[in-house]
């Protein structure tokens, strides 16, 4: 069975640890399926001097607790100058998961998060297959 599900909103804002900085979506996954997701958020600055040091990942945590996982490489040190905002997104295919039900949508961790101030809302979409 294939489902699909998205949705939009602010979700988190940036700190010095890996945590969520955009919305999350629910994908229930059975046996040896795997899910698609693609996020989407606008993030930016006002401070003088800009913002720097942005990490993000794909993330994933199970919906019953437990820690925040990162998945791939990431995308590292990312950079916006002062008075800017634009849309940041990452793409990943989870697969080898158990069976369960997982949060899954875009991570990231600053070690100077407060420059990261002049975030809006972003989008997730997640096709489990």
């Known amino acids: 069975m294939i489902t699909f599900v ?8 940036v700190t010095n640890a890996t945590a969520f900085i955009g919305p999350t979506v629910n994908v229930t996954l059975a046996v040896g399926q795997r899910a698609h997701m693609v996020s989407e958020k606008a993030l930016g600055t006002t401070v003088a001097g800009g913002a720097t040091g942005l990490n993000i990942y794909p993330c994933y945590q199970n919906t019953g607790g ?4 990162t998945q791939g490489g990431g995308i590292f ?23 369960g039900t997982y949060s899954i949508g ?12 002049n975030a809006e809302w972003g989008y997730v979409s997640a096709l489990v297959f």
């Open 106 to 117: 875009m991570c990231g961790s600053a070690p100077v998060p407060a420059n990261w101030n």
């Open 66 to 69: 437990g820690a925040v996982i």
């Open 6 to 13: 998205t949705t939009s909103g602010f979700g988190g804002a």
């Open 77 to 99: 040190t990312v950079q916006m100058a002062q008075n800017q905002r634009m849309p940041i997104g990452i793409n990943h295919v989870y697969s080898g998961l158990a069976a």
